[in-house]
């Protein structure tokens, strides 16, 4: 036998012991419904302290399984949370897992609360679940994908679960045992656990391990929803990663009576009118809240750090608009190019921002060549949101020499 895999067994024997020596964690519960009121609390202050968040309040817990569980794909149904009621459900009673829906393909009775480790792993899952939803109802704009009891897509099931493993594996092991080359090759349909939870927690915990709170928050808007991110999601990880690592910042320049937003960041006015000059390929967004705007000077190429591009646009300027107490906002997009158009119109509608005008530019319109030198179509936008008015002045301009 591999020397190596003796010591390392042994260390592992050795730390556990450390930690609970007299086997604490493997013994029964008797009580559950007692057990729980005591443990949860304790759980959650321990998550806040790892992970840095604090919770605004605690779910309810009921000791049977919904009657909609059975309905649900995939899961061995141990414990199961609903946004529509905060509660956490957990099973009191062995649960079969069939072949289909193991992680090993064997059919076996699994009793979750035979001890406290399981007890409490589960407990700290499903408050991953719990805060998730909290998080979700303290936004102003939501995340579509994490209202329902259910979720039906698989992206969304993905991200859910690697983000609530995490929660349950930050007190723990926190080890990530699982690797690239797992992921399937074939039809979304032969996911299975083994991909959902160890995947899922592959792929969350780079993201939330570097950016806390708002890589969870990004994974909940950003997901692995279309085909391409589904068949490739170390593609996936690795552009998420590189999203959150570009610094999106705003910046306001004063300009008399007027504010000045440059190329490539956004303002916020509540009063002053809002205005951004020489939009070729670059579009214009303007997100309009009741008690402000947003003008968005959205750089036409997304190679440059510190830059506003298209895939920021929408969520950076609603995190202003909702820091300034906005509740509600439209949306007017003058698109640069036919990329923006389809990445911002796409996010707008992933926030729920009704859209009041859009449109995709003619940057050609008044293009043309004299001599040596090129001319193209041009524009400047300003906004007021005091009287609610947009002016686009078309203009010439010097493109090359």
């Not at 796409?346 to 043309?368: F, H, M, Q, S, T």
């Not at 300003?382 to 493109?399: A, C, G, I």
């Amino acid at each position: 036998m591999d020397p190596v895999k003796i010591f390392g067994v042994g260390l592992a024997a050795i730390a556990y012991l450390a930690i609970d020596p007299f086997g604490f964690r493997q013994r029964a519960i008797d009580n559950l419904p007692a057990y729980v009121e005591k443990q949860a609390p304790i759980i959650m202050e321990a998550q806040e302290k790892a992970l840095g968040i604090k919770y605004s309040g605690k779910p309810n817990f009921k000791f049977a399984l919904p009657q909609d569980a059975e309905d649900k794909p995939l899961d061995p149904f141990l414990a199961v949370y609903k946004p529509s009621d905060t509660t956490i459900y957990l099973s009191n009673a062995k649960v079969p897992i069939t072949s289909e829906n193991s992680f090993t393909n064997f059919h076996v009775s699994f009793d979750i609360f035979a001890n406290v480790y399981y007890a409490d792993e589960t407990i700290a899952h499903e408050l991953g679940h719990f805060y998730v939803d909290q998080l979700n109802n303290s936004l102003q704009f939501k995340a579509p994908g994490f209202i329902a009891d259910t979720l039906p897509d698989f992206g969304v099931r993905l991200v859910s679960e690697g983000i609530a493993e995490y929660f349950s594996r930050k007190l723990g092991d926190s080890t990530d045992y699982f690797s690239d080359s797992q992921w399937p090759i074939l039809p979304i349909h032969i996911f299975k656990p083994f991909h959902l939870y160890e995947g899922g927690y592959h792929l969350v915990k780079p993201v939330i391990d570097n950016y806390g709170k708002e890589g969870i928050e990004y994974l909940m808007f950003h997901l692995p929803d279309t085909l391409d991110d589904i068949y490739d999601l170390p593609e996936y990880q690795k552009q998420t990663l590189e999203e959150l690592s570009t610094v999106v910042y705003r910046k306001e320049v004063p300009h008399g009576d007027s504010i000045e937003v440059p190329i490539g960041k956004l303002g916020y006015s509540s009063e002053k009118e809002l205005f951004s000059t020489d939009y070729n390929s670059c579009s214009a967004l303007l997100v309009d809240g009741e008690k402000g705007a947003v003008l968005a000077h959205v750089f036409a190429s997304s190679r440059y750090q510190g830059i506003l591009d298209a895939e920021h646009a929408v969520k950076t300027s609603l995190d202003v608009l909702q820091k300034e107490g906005n509740q509600h906002a439209e949306a007017i997009l003058i698109a640069g190019n036919q990329q923006h158009f389809d990445i911002i119109t796409k996010d707008l509608e992933r926030y729920g921002i009704p859209i009041r005008k859009v449109e995709l530019a003619d940057n050609y319109r008044n293009a043309g060549v004299i001599g040596s030198k090129i001319f193209f179509g041009a524009r400047d936008v300003s906004y007021n949101p005091l009287t609610d008015s947009l002016t686009v002045t078309e203009k010439t301009r010097v493109f090359k020499n």
